[in-house]
């Protein structure tokens, strides 16, 4: 009998060790969740900032991106969080001398992680970008009309957590685009850049 109580009070600290290493291996993936919130879902808005090249100049523009996030793709304690998001842009563009309106709207899949930083409120992030795009042009001087294009990007962002469900999203990509032309408008490949600022809201609670 007093061999077993021994044998139990040696157990007991084990035990207790052990509890606080799961604990603090679920509280580290908690945190890493609530980056991308802490639902399985999450819908995110934002404002989009970016810039098209027209001939050897920049026009910058500015529009809208809403996009469906799926956050629990893969977590692990070490390596962090991956996510997958699957949404629609639009960006309306004037250029400064000629006047001329041209506008994009497309469809993209963007993957994140989530790298595993011990982090509680803010959680920085690693993004890519794939996306199909349709350039419309109103031309002053030379035929309107549309044309395809692709877009590759990357870059990265910082996601703060507001509530539960609800987080500030702020990032920004490098972005490598091309569309065909359209009538006697050329539109070489070129480089530039998108930010964006929204909030994204988890679903279900």
Known sequence: MPVIAVTRRRQRPAIR?????????????????????????????????????????????????????????????????????????????????????????GVFVEPRWVPATGLVDVFPYLSARLAVQRLTGDFRFTESGGSFGAALGVG??????????????AGAQLIRQQFGDIGAQQFDPFSTYTAKIGVSVGYPR
Do not use: W
Request: aromatic content about 6%; some cysteine.
């Open 156 to 169: 990265g962002g910082l996601a703060v957590k507001l509530t539960r469900r609800i987080n500030i999203d």
């Open 17 to 105: 060790c052990a509890a606080r290493r799961v604990a603090g291996v679920l509280c580290l993936m908690s945190g890493t969740l609530h980056a991308q919130n802490a639902q399985p879902y999450a819908a995110q808005f934002s404002a989009l900032f970016t810039t098209i090249r027209t001939g050897s100049a920049n026009t910058g523009g500015a529009g809208v991106e809403l996009q469906q996030r799926f956050n629990r793709l893969y977590a692990t304690e070490r390596f962090g969080a991956v996510s997958l998001g699957v949404g629609g842009q639009f960006t309306t563009h004037t250029t400064l001398l000629l006047r001329d309106r041209l506008r994009i709207a």
